[in-house]
């Protein structure tokens, strides 16, 4: 069918799709300035709470309140979705006084968000809501009412919902990034609640990844060339550090420094004569993507992990490429 578009037809479709983009720009620009003191209240509210953020809403409403109960979740605030209609057969009992409640409602009028509201006021769990009509019976019985602007949806008939529930997606955003960063949520934090997937990847830490312990492959420097190629071979990592007598790492050994010593009295020679001194190394707590970016840099397939100056571990680039980082 896009064969018979016309170029008449191609820029209606443009910029059909551009008017509504501007349309809900305008609207969190005005969003943005809108925010004021209510905002504060519910990110406190939010930030106290003992218990978890409960966040619902209803038709296209609710949508949205499941996506900013996951986006809460996932970045250090604990929270859940309650459909409203389930909440009126059971799914109260899953809110305690320890939590907080955050409702969406477009109209601040949707009747199956009757028995939380009354719910909400009969045990005092705080109530925040989400909603364009300040004079609305959701805004009226909330502790703190977002108010959002009133505008009309996007589109030339103006009635699906479209920019008031980019506004309250965009606010959703604002209230989980706000918290995150008033909790002082952390990357490690983050990688904790997102182990999977390209997030979790990229948030790997060396000692998330690194050989240690009895898979470590430390030598003396006096120890014999036949007794550090059997440790090398026995460890498979390609390589051997050669550890100080103060525990420090002294060297590390390659199968390319092996190779450069084979000539002459190859077998009388110790540790020591081989080692390449000063190796590159780095710390356990230095992201995964960093120290494959240095061995990728440096030519190497490995490298050994210390802390402070002792040995704890060797990096592969296997086993970066094996975890998806890259």
Same mark, same amino acid.
């Given at each position: 069918?896009?064969?018979?578009?016309?170029?008449?037809? #191609?820029?209606?479709?443009?910029?059909?799709? #551009?008017?509504?983009?501007?349309?809900?720009?305008?609207?969190? *620009?005005?969003?943005?300035?809108?925010?004021?003191?209510?905002?504060?209240?519910?990110?406190?509210?939010?930030?106290?709470?003992?218990?978890?953020?409960?966040?619902? $809403?209803? %038709?296209?409403?609710?949508?949205?309140?499941?996506?900013?109960?996951?986006?809460?979740?996932?970045?250090?605030?604990?929270?859940?979705?309650?459909?409203?209609?389930?909440?009126?057969?059971?799914?109260?009992?899953?809110?305690?006084?320890?939590?907080?409640?955050?409702?969406?409602?477009?109209?601040?009028?949707?009747?199956?968000?009757?028995? &939380? &509201?009354?719910?909400?006021?009969?045990? $005092?769990?705080?109530?925040? @809501?989400?909603?364009?009509? *300040?004079?609305?019976?959701?805004?009226?019985?909330?502790?703190?009412?977002?108010?959002?602007?009133?505008?009309?949806?996007?589109? *030339?008939?103006?009635?699906?919902?479209?920019?008031?529930?980019?506004?309250?997606?965009?606010?959703?955003? =604002?209230?989980?990034?706000?918290?995150?960063? #008033?909790?002082?949520?952390?990357?490690?934090?983050?990688?904790?609640?997102?182990?999977?997937?390209?997030? $979790?990847? #990229?948030?790997?830490?060396?000692?998330?990844?690194?050989? *240690?312990?009895?898979?470590?492959?430390?030598?003396?420097?006096?120890?014999?060339? %036949?007794?550090?190629?059997? &440790?090398?071979?026995?460890?498979?990592?390609? @390589?051997?550090?050669?550890?100080?007598?103060?525990?420090?790492?002294?060297?590390?050994?390659?199968? %390319?420094?092996?190779?450069?010593?084979?000539?002459?009295?190859?077998?009388?020679?110790? =540790?020591?004569?081989?080692?390449?001194?000063?190796?590159?190394?780095?710390?356990?707590?230095?992201?995964?993507?960093?120290?494959?970016?240095?061995?990728?840099?440096?030519? &190497?397939?490995?490298?050994?992990?210390?802390?402070?100056?002792?040995?704890?571990?060797?990096?592969?680039?296997?086993? @970066?490429?094996?975890?998806?980082?890259?």
């Amino acid at each position: 069918m896009s064969g018979t578009l016309n170029d008449a037809d #191609r820029d209606k479709i443009i910029s059909a799709g #551009r008017r509504v983009l501007a349309d809900e720009a305008d609207a969190l *620009s005005l969003l943005r300035h809108a925010l004021d003191e209510a905002f504060v209240r519910a990110v406190t509210l939010m930030q106290d709470a003992k218990g978890r953020v409960v966040v619902t $809403g209803m %038709g296209k409403s609710g949508h949205i309140a499941r996506k900013i109960a996951a986006t809460l979740a996932s970045t250090g605030c604990p929270a859940f979705f309650v459909h409203p209609g389930e909440a009126s057969h059971g799914d109260l009992g899953m809110i305690t006084t320890d939590d907080v409640v955050l409702a969406l409602s477009n109209s601040g009028e949707t009747v199956e968000l009757g028995d &939380i &509201i009354n719910y909400t006021r009969r045990f $005092g769990i705080p109530l925040i @809501c989400m909603t364009t009509r *300040s004079e609305s019976l959701l805004a009226s019985q909330s502790d703190v009412a977002l108010i959002l602007p009133q505008l009309d949806e996007a589109g *030339s008939m103006g009635l699906a919902p479209t920019t008031s529930t980019t506004m309250m997606l965009a606010l959703g955003d =604002a209230l989980a990034v706000t918290l995150l960063e #008033r909790r002082n949520f952390t990357a490690s934090d983050f990688k904790v609640y997102h182990p999977g997937g390209h997030l $979790g990847q #990229r948030l790997l830490k060396v000692s998330d990844l690194m050989h *240690s312990g009895e898979s470590l492959p430390l030598v003396t420097p006096d120890m014999s060339i %036949g007794d550090v190629i059997v &440790i090398i071979t026995k460890k498979s990592l390609g @390589c051997a550090g050669v550890s100080a007598p103060d525990g420090s790492l002294a060297g590390i050994i390659t199968d %390319g420094d092996l190779r450069r010593h084979l000539q002459g009295d190859f077998m009388g020679l110790k =540790a020591k004569d081989v080692m390449t001194v000063g190796p590159k190394t780095v710390s356990p707590d230095m992201l995964a993507a960093e120290a494959l970016r240095i061995m990728n840099t440096k030519a &190497i397939t490995s490298v050994f992990v210390v802390d402070g100056t002792r040995p704890v571990g060797v990096l592969h680039v296997h086993d @970066c490429l094996r975890s998806g980082v890259a």
